[in-house]
């Protein structure tokens, strides 16, 4: 039975080495292929996504003998590790292999035999220079130091000189096969620019490899000859094979097997691109559709890798934000075949701009508004408008823009696309002003029609961003009253209008933890020991440290003593009552919003820090007290005319408002 690519949607990441734990590079790959594992299934195609760790060979035999643990024991304690951030990370794996299971290691003896009976494995005598920390034969070429030894080129250890028996594999009758099949399969090495490494590589002539060691113990034996042990780069390629059930579960090989997409870093490219197509082309295995070479996390421009310690540990950022953010960071931030360096203050500024402000408002007031003004429950709306009925077709158009973005692995380009249409949701509330609408009951089918359209638009992007924020994703669905999550509907079968009248929705929460960068980093540095993450503190605004907005005093100044004032002195101020006609959000602005109020004679505009305190909506129709004489001050680019008071709680402002109507410009005395 052969594969129905069109069906099924063969997802895998590489194995992981098991001498240290996995850190945000090897998150990164293996968010990659979850991201696709849950887009293809909303697609309607069975997904299997395998992934697990690379145990063999003289790496672990080493960082295993340093640490006075059998190999077996520090794979076992690293493994326990990974599943547990793969958890934390909301990895849907179908199957996590390990290359020291029993079924595995029959298997890649199987296929091991299998090429000795083809001609392509034969038994020789190896002389060169191997590279334990990338487990890699150095190419002839590379030249002797002074101390007449090599070091290797890719990561700049020491190579030791092996001089053995050995079994070889005859790559080079491969080289004509491999260069054709890249030719007429030009998506089998993506992107382009990695492909035509490989073709070079290829077309530069191909030695035969050496495939097993004598003296390395910590291996799959070779079949009839146990002095020798399979070389781990041949025992772990072929876990995609055994991972699928080769040999063990022939159906459900039969249905996965070739790999639509092997993920893997561009470091290992080669071993992907060239030698695991030989080895396929050998044992007459149809070859994976897609190896896609993804780009490295940097940091200070240096890979980041254990061995060079610099590696970042995701355990922090996910103590702090969850899973979503890190997760939306790093495939928004760089196209997955370029390098990304990574930086707290890049992250920040993408889960408090991007998550917080823009999706997490979004949901927030809406849902708020959904509350207040019908209890939880739109009922009544009016017809819809062409503006209205623009919300549906821009999505319409996203959607199919997105699915294919999700198809072609342009991952960062689907999360602008959709960042971009919640500009516009956010535009068309701004433009619509429900809180203007709410003041007047004769327009109540009219606000109705609007939080309806931003309650569809909101259930909309959560299924859009699903593969990528599974969890956030849910929990909108859920604040919407959705029984299922976006997991359980296709594609196809999504609807904008899903969303009907008289659902009833739930109390508005935070979808995403709003977080200084000072204080984060203070965390980071605090040793990752489980430390109370005390985020949800009051900081001042970035950017307007040196000038604070109008509004509150922050307490420890307050607390200053005072200079005696005269009643002259105090009757300089303007103080008066205002009534808030317009309230927003400053984009970026995690402490701000923009007021636009009545002071009786005019409209002025302001920028008031109390945004953690109080949402726009909550501040519309108010009547507070402001001073409207005080020199306005420039903030975030906005001149700001008036400042409210407000007592100030803990860092925070707490607004005085009238209990009774007072018109707006009253003088306060
Ligand atoms: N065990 C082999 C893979 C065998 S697959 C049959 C291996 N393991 S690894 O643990 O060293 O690396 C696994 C993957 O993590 C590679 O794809 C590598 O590119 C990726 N990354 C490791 N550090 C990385 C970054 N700093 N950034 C992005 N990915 C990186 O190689």
Redesign the pocket.
Known sequence: MAKNSDRTFYVTT????VNDVPHI??A??TIIADTLARFHKQAGREVFFLTGT?EHGQKIEKAAAEKGLTPKALADSVVTRALDLWKALDISYDFFIRTTMEFHERGVQKLFQKLVDSGDIYKGEYRGWYCVSDENFLPEDVPLDSENCKTCPDCGKKAALVSEETYFFRLSAYRQRLLDHYAAHPEFVRPQSRMNEVTSFVAGGLKNLSITRTTVKWGVPVPGDPGHTIYVWFD??H?YLTGIGYDWDMPLYEKFWPADVHL?????LRFHAVYWPAFLMAGGFALPRTVFG?G???RDDT???KSRGNVLDPEVILKTFGPDPLRYFLLREIPIGQDGNFSHEAFLHRANSDLANDLGNLVHRTLTMIRNYFGGRITGPEGPSAEDLRLETEFEALKARVFDHYESCTVNRALEDIWVYIGGVNKYLADNEPWILARDAGRRPRLARVLLQAAAAIRALGYLVFPVMPGSAAKIWGLLGEEQTPAGVLYADFRFDGFEPGRRTASPEALFPRVDLETFLAEDARGKDGAEAGFDKAHAEPGVESRRPPGPEPRKEARKPMDIITFDEFKRMDLRVAHILKAERIPGATKLLKLEVDIGTETRTMVAGVAETYSPEDLMGKRLIVIVNLKPAVIRGIESQAMLLAAVVDDKAVIPFFDREVPAGTPVK
Do not use: E, F, Q, R
């Not at 590489?14 to 080495?17: A, K, N, V």
């Not at 893997?264 to 290992?268: A, P, R």
């Open positions: 590489p194995i992981y080495y590079g090897h990164y790959t690379d772990a390629l876990n893997v870093g561009k470091d290992i993804h490295w996390w940097l890979k980041m890798s």
